[in-house]
Nanobody
């Protein structure tokens, strides 16, 4: 059973950078098909942010964060990261990592993932 735990959320000013971490356990990280980041602002639907593939391939990003955010992974430490640069107030939300073990044509919607962490709050003030 895969377990995920996020950390690194904070309150920051617009323009600042922040790095989130997601620790995975209970399953070989390299055996996961995809892991991703989502965020959800109060009153809004959960929004896909990025996905990365432990088996290889390029990360994928939502248009809203492309060029500012970078997902990375450390297979040896079973860790997933999200480097967030030039943060904007609209980046505010609860950031959650998610994982999927089996192959899928897509790793971009909540329904594509089977395991979720508890989330870490990111607040960006103007």
């Amino acid at each position: 059973q895969v377990q995920l735990m996020e950390s690194g959320g904070a309150s920051v000013q617009a323009g600042e950078n922040l790095k989130l971490s997601c620790a995975t356990s209970g399953h070989s990280y390299g055996g996961l098909f995809c892991v991703g980041w989502f965020r959800q602002a109060p009153g809004e639907e959960r929004e896909w942010v990025a996905s990365i593939f432990p088996g290889g391939g390029s990360p994928e990003y939502a248009d809203s964060v492309k060029g500012r955010f970078a997902a990375s992974q450390d297979l040896a430490r079973n860790m997933l990261y999200l480097q967030m640069n030039s943060l904007k107030p609209e980046d505010t939300g609860m950031y959650t990592c998610a994982a999927r073990q089996t192959w899928s044509v897509r790793c971009r919607t909540p329904a594509d993932f089977t395991t979720w962490g508890q989330g870490t709050q990111v607040t960006v003030s103007s």
